[in-house]
Structure formats: C-alpha cells, structure tokens
C-alpha cells in the first residue's frame, strides 16, 4: 500500500505541475507578437497538454487502485467518504480545469483568443486553490 500512495503522489505532483505551467505559457503567448514565437509557444502547450492527459488517466487509476486498496476495517467507512467526497469534487474540478485548458489552446491555434495576458496570470491561480483544499483535506481529514 505504501508503494501506491508513493506512486499516485508522484503522478499527482507531476500533473499539478503541468497544470501550474500550461497557463504561464498561455501568458507568454498572449503577450507575444511575434507569429514564429507564438507558433513555438503554442506547440509547447499543445505538447504539455497532451504529456498532461496521460498523468491525468494515471491520477485516476492510481486512485482508485489506493482508494480500493484501502481495509475497510483501518477507519470507518462514513467518515472516510465525508472528506472524500469533497476531494473528489475538487478533483473533478481540476479536470474540468484541464479541459478548459485544451480549449484555450484551440483559441490560440485557431487565433480567436480574445483575453490578455492579464486574464491568464489571475486564470494560473486557479490549480493553486485545488491543490491546498487537496492537500487540507487529505491530511487533515476534516469530517
């Protein structure tokens, strides 16, 4: 069990981290005039998006690998599905997240993003906000 929690904190880490960067180069592309830069940036964000899709799939089968692994008889089961809930809400949300992020990435391909630099810089804080109700949560297990 160990090992598990070892291997989904590591693929967890390695998505937030995408998800910390993705919306900077939105920044840089928002920022930037030059079309064989922009063209660069974007490349780099459709590249990232896609390595973060597949950590992504490995969050979701490595929780639930843990989340099954769990022995019924280690805590009660309600309390364990009270905080639990409410993670799973906040990772639903940090998907959903991810999957306004593959729509801004068409924005910017198909040249019809119509938001600024500004936008994305308030937009990057989004996952910050998942990842310490996350972490509250898990380790404090509240309820």
């Not at 639930?64 to 905080?83: A, G, M, R, V």
């Not at 308030?122 to 996952?127: Q, R, S």
Request: with cysteine.
């Amino acid at each position: 069990m160990p090992l598990f929690i070892i291997i989904h904190m590591t693929i967890t880490i390695s998505w937030f981290a995408g998800l910390f960067y993705l919306p900077r180069i939105f920044v840089n592309i928002a920022q930037q005039d030059e079309n064989n830069i922009r063209h660069c940036l974007i490349g780099m964000a459709k590249r990232l998006y896609n390595f973060m899709y597949i950590l992504s799939i490995g969050v979701i089968i490595s929780g639930i690998i843990l989340y099954l692994s769990k022995n019924p008889t280690e805590q009660n089961i309600e309390d364990h599905h009270k905080w639990m809930y409410l993670k799973l809400i906040i990772v639903f949300m940090a998907f959903i997240y991810q999957q306004i992020c593959n729509k801004m990435i068409e924005n910017f391909e198909k040249g019809s993003n119509k938001k600024s630099h500004n936008f994305y810089r308030v937009f990057n804080e989004i996952p910050l906000f998942f990842l310490i109700t996350i972490l509250s949560l898990v380790t404090l297990k509240p309820f």
